[in-house]
């Protein structure tokens, strides 16, 4: 059984260089733990946007498939759950796929550093927007096809990771998984996100009855034109907005309350009373 539990969203802007974009990641890993989070949550892409030829030389395997143990970017992430000692869920993490590509993958690290859970984004963003931006996700990244729940203070946690948000099939799995809450870490584009991203997330809590976390890119990465929107998000069960990061750089908390998710669900049994259909 999951406890009332502090948790924290991050919100930067991540470009191509990664050394920088740890420095400023981490820091906020390091001031939200010393706020009072348990368990923080960073955005999509944090360690890299840029051409993927130069996030090639970046790609690192995971504990299990590495033959001499964790890269820089999964090293200096784990050494940080570790001495903060807090739960650090690594939004879009680069990992090496078996065909050349990446995964985006969303990473769980324990408090004593150890990988906990790893999930891979299904749902690839290959996009055409009507501002000219063009975004080809697959291109350089392998889908994953497992949904994952992970256990944290709170409780079981289900992982998603930014383009998912607009398949809410994985959602419900998650939910029927035993999901109190469920991360959507993201780098949603500018475009899109003045329109759907609120709106979106928490539909999304509102249907799992559930809290939705979704740390956030913000601002211009240097590549292409490219622009996230921002607004890191933690939504309740209920659907209302229990934290926001307004802009720039920084970090939001908000409580996690399996009491809450538990209350709502027994006002109103929406997931109790889904029906069969064809």
Not at 51 to 63: G, K
Not at 166 to 188: E, H, K, N, T
């Amino acid at each position: 059984m999951g406890r009332r539990t502090s948790v924290a969203i991050v919100q930067m802007c991540a470009t191509s260089a990664v050394e920088k974009n740890l420095d400023a990641t981490l820091a906020l890993v390091v001031d939200a733990s010393r706020a009072g989070a348990e368990v923080v949550l960073v955005p999509e892409a944090f360690a890299f946007i840029g051409r993927e030829r130069d996030r090639a030389a970046w790609l690192e395997a995971l504990p299990g498939n590495a033959a001499d143990g964790p890269g820089p970017i999964l090293g200096r992430c784990a050494e940080t759950a570790r001495s903060m000692g807090v739960h650090l869920v690594l939004g879009g993490f680069p990992e090496q796929a078996p065909d050349g590509r990446a995964y985006n993958t969303c990473v769980h690290l324990a408090p004593d550093g150890i990988v906990a859970a790893a999930y891979r984004k299904i749902h690839l963003f290959d996009v055409d927007l009507a501002d000219g931006t063009r975004l080809l996700e697959s291109r350089g990244t392998a889908p994953g096809d497992r949904a994952v729940v992970t256990e944290t203070p709170f409780g079981p946690l289900g992982l998603t990771v930014c383009y998912d948000v607009r398949f809410p099939l994985l959602y419900q799995r998650l939910a029927d998984l035993g999901a109190v809450a469920i991360a959507v870490p993201s780098a949603f584009t500018k475009t899109t996100g003045r329109d759907h991203w609120h709106v979106l997330l928490r539909a999304r809590a509102i249907e799992c009855q559930c809290y939705i976390i979704a740390p956030a890119q913000h601002g211009d990465h240097e590549h292409r034109g490219r622009q996230s929107y921002g607004h890191g998000l933690i939504v309740d069960p209920w659907g209302d907005v229990v934290a926001e990061c307004k802009g720039g750089d920084g970090f939001a908390l908000a409580d996690i309350d399996p009491a809450r998710v538990d209350e709502v669900r027994g006002q109103l049994p929406s997931l109790a009373n889904r029906g069969r259909f064809q």
